[in-house]
Nanobody
Framework: VQLVESGGGLVQPGGSLRLSCAAS????????MSWYRQAPGKERELVAS????????NYVDSVKGRFTISRDNAKNTVYLQMNDLKSEDTAMYYC???????????WGQGTQVTVFS
């Protein structure tokens, strides 16, 4: 099983990034996919999640209207489009898979997003 994130980097406030998470080794359509983030000294928080077939996307209040989660089941990939980035979005972003059939979860290794001016 692998969840491989990419797309992180350095960006100025107001900029955009698109994170990708490529999944392998499990039945992608049987999992709710999510993005979490963890800033230094803070707890990991759920940023966005999306149902097995793209249903019910939801977001933490702080990113509503700026971030969009989506998935391409044909490519076993989940995305996080991040617009109008703010310094408080700086964190390590993790891809997360949660089975709809069991308590199985998987985590990616993370990709760093740094918003600086």
């Amino acid at each position: 099983v692998q969840l491989v994130e990419s797309g992180g980097g350095l960006v100025q406030p107001g900029g955009s990034l698109r994170l990708s998470c490529a999944a392998s080794g499990f039945t992608f359509t049987s999992y709710v996919m999510s993005w979490y983030r963890q800033a230094p000294g803070k707890e990991r928080e759920l940023v966005a999640s999306i149902g097995s077939f793209g249903s019910s996307p939801n977001y933490v209040d702080s990113v509503k209207g700026r971030f969009t989660i989506s998935r391409d089941n044909a490519k076993n990939t989940v995305y996080l489009q991040m617009n109008d980035l703010k310094s408080e979005d700086t964190a390590m972003y993790y891809c997360h898979a949660s089975s709809t059939l069991s308590k199985t979860v998987y985590w990616g290794q993370g990709t760093q997003v740094t918003v600086f001016s």
